[in-house]
């Protein structure tokens, strides 16, 4: 196997491990009925964010490295697109989801009770726009990865 076969092993691989785990993320803690299910799913999430951030890192590596190894991709538009809206959807998690997240999180830290409140759909709601908003950016970059359309 080459080099640069390796590289693209390495590139699917990660974007399954790393884009694959942040599709579910609102899945899991929307199902939950009580506080203690949703506190457990929150912690299923941050778990599965570490693959997300290790996939997602390892993603970028492998792309910009077989761009400089066939240089020609940085002339290919769907390459280039590609790697922005990229760019851009990681810029949400320290941009948009951190800040959105925090509230949340010290919600569940410090709500009693078992029901769960109005005030958390509230809370999250403007972080699950975010995050879908990221989802279809990489469904994006997916679609451009595969199709590869000019």
Request: hydrophobic residues 55%.
């Given at each position: ?99 959105r ?44 990865m ?5």
């Open positions: 196997m080459a080099f640069y076969e390796l590289l693209v092993f390495v590139h699917v691989f990660s974007a399954i491990l790393g884009m694959g785990p942040g599709f579910v993320m609102i899945f899991i803690v929307r199902h939950a009925s009580t506080m203690t299910e949703l506190r457990h799913a929150y912690v299923i999430r941050g778990k599965l964010h570490i693959f997300s951030m290790v996939g997602g890192t390892l993603l970028l590596i492998s792309g910009i490295w077989m761009g400089f190894l066939n240089t020609y991709l940085f002339s290919e538009g769907w390459y280039l697109l590609s790697l922005i809206l990229f760019l851009f959807a990681l810029a949400f998690g320290p941009l948009l989801l951190s800040p997240s925090r509230p949340v999180k010290a919600f569940l830290a410090s709500y009693e009770g078992e029901e769960i409140p109005e005030e958390y759909y509230k809370l999250t709601r403007r972080l699950f726009t975010a995050e879908r908003m990221e989802n279809v950016i990489f469904l994006v970059v997916i679609a451009l595969v199709l590869k359309p000019f």
